[in-house]
């Protein structure tokens, strides 16, 4: 790694004040590791800009000084997108953090990059309203990397992902121009969507500063079932079904027994459904009135199911998510570990949850392959452990089988360091120039996040 030059060290603090411009290796080293454990980097330097003309003056002195940034929230991404690994300068957004603004007729919210996503959920309910992305990092994953990456969770089968939240966004691009969308309004048709282009643009095109975020009616009404499948092939059927029959439907999640086993023994707690059925999905509901008797009428109509939980109350609904929820942590347990968030197509899904095992087993005898995700989006999480971080045998293996599906090698993660190899195989190399082009364009030297997606 290249320490950093004296005019540049000098010209960054200046902007954002010495104790802003980190580089002491021992504060630095945390933000150049990401949350798996797999991607370790190193860098010079961690800058903390705390306004939109303080990240200007970075990209400017980055320009001149011919410095690369990462852009970093949360660090809970899970490409290798996050980090510095080949020694870019990181810019936190944590001082860029906070709500600014509600309005609670319009059903709006204006946030800073660095604003948590459980942070934006408390603003929203004490508005009246709910924010309609959530998934587990919430406590950690930001505004800004939410977008970055168009991060999903555990609603999208209900609310879309963050690009179906995103209003208009405030950022600085690569060019060191602002972009300032904050004002926009729900109808508004007036030329490109720029503030769509920095969601899923994973940091390269430019650093998001601030957010206006639509919001979702509160539902305080909630049932969640446990349900019991023979077979994947049944419980992609049953969601389908829940999709088109249970209008209250939030999420529908699913896992093996492989993983339930993992997550009870992790948690020290009995499986949801014991003993755990071949396959688990878990189904909230939510409404104005109590979706319990709408939920029990949608199960009861399935074909499948062979056995079923219902919570009702608040301590039982969390003790059921706690098991979906902890799921990315007990793996975790295991040591780093290959992270593939992949979707399918619903009619090849459950093929390719019962060959995936095997792929992998083909190229790396002694891993483990460990299944669950949102299954009412078809988006299936991949999760390989017992191999060298380094071994891309088996990201291989499993990415070529998604795209021999009709699958996305990215669902909800984004493409980062991890499958930047693939983007083209997935969009095809017109599309792939056409955002070279779009980056060309608005960061025209190159220094934004320069080793991830193209
Ligand atoms: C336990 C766990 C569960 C998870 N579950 C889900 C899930 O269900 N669904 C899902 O979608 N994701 C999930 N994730 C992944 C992760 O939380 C998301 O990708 C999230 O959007 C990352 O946000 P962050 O603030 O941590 O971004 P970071 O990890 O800091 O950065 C992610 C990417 O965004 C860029 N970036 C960050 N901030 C900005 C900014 N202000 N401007 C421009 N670029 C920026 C970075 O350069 C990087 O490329 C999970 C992660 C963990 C650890």
């Given at each position: ?156 089968v209900r609310h ?134 709408e939920l029990a ?107 021999d599906r009709g ?48």
């Amino acid at each position: 790694m290249r320490p950093l030059a004296p005019s540049a060290a000098r010209a960054l603090a200046a902007v954002v004040g010495p104790e802003h411009l980190l580089t002491d290796p021992a504060v630095t080293a945390g933000h150049a590791v990401d949350w798996t454990g797999r991607f370790r980097g190193a860098t010079p330097a961690v800058v903390r800009p705390g306004s939109i003309g303080e990240v200007a003056a970075i990209v400017a002195v980055a320009r001149e000084e011919g410095l690369a940034l990462v852009p970093q929230g949360g660090n809970t991404g899970l490409v290798g997108g996050s980090v510095p690994l080949a020694g870019e300068v990181v810019v936190s957004t944590a001082r860029l953090a906070g709500v600014t603004a509600v309005d609670p007729d319009a059903g709006l919210l204006t946030a800073g990059a660095g604003t948590t996503i459980a942070a934006v959920h408390a603003a929203a309910r004490a508005a009246g309203w709910a924010y309609g992305v959530d998934w587990a990092a919430r406590d950690s994953a930001t505004v800004g990397g939410s977008i970055a990456t168009n991060g999903g969770g555990l609603h999208v089968v209900r609310h879309g992902p963050t690009r179906a939240q995103v209003l208009g966004v405030q950022a600085v691009w690569g060019s060191g121009a602002p972009l300032d969308d904050l004002g926009r309004l729900e109808k508004d048709a007036t030329g490109y969507d720029l503030s769509g282009l920095l969601c899923g643009s994973e940091g390269t095109l430019g650093l998001v500063t601030a957010a206006r975020l639509r919001l979702v009616p509160h539902l305080p009404e909630r049932a969640l079932a446990a349900l019991a499948f023979a077979s994947m092939a049944d419980a992609v059927v049953a969601v389908g079904a829940l999709r088109r029959g249970l209008p209250g439907l939030e999420a529908a999640e699913a896992y093996r027994a492989a993983e339930a086993d993992l997550v009870a023994g992790h948690l020290g707690v009995a499986p949801a459904l014991a003993p755990p059925p071949p396959v688990t999905v878990l189904v909230e509901a939510a409404g104005h009135d109590d979706p319990v008797d709408e939920l029990a009428a949608a199960v009861a109509g399935l074909d499948g199911v062979v056995d079923a939980v219902v919570a009702t109350d608040g301590p039982r609904r969390a003790a059921l998510w706690r098991h979906r929820e902890s799921l990315t942590e007990a793996i975790a347990t295991l040591g780093p570990h290959h992270k593939l968030d992949v979707s399918l197509p619903a009619p090849a899904l459950a093929a390719f949850a019962e060959e995936v095992p095997a792929r992998v087993a083909e190229v790396a005898p002694a891993a483990r392959t460990w299944l669950f995700g949102h299954l009412g989006d078809g988006n299936l999480h991949v999760n390989v452990s017992g191999v060298d971080p380094d071994d891309h045998a088996v990201d291989d293996a499993v990415l070529a089988l998604v795209l021999d599906r009709g699958g996305s090698i990215s669902a909800e993660h984004g493409v980062g360091t991890a499958k930047r190899a693939w983007l083209a195989r997935q969009r095809g190399s017109d599309a792939v120039a056409a955002m070279a082009a779009v980056k060309a364009a608005l960061d025209p030297d190159g220094v934004m996040n320069p080793h991830v997606l193209l």
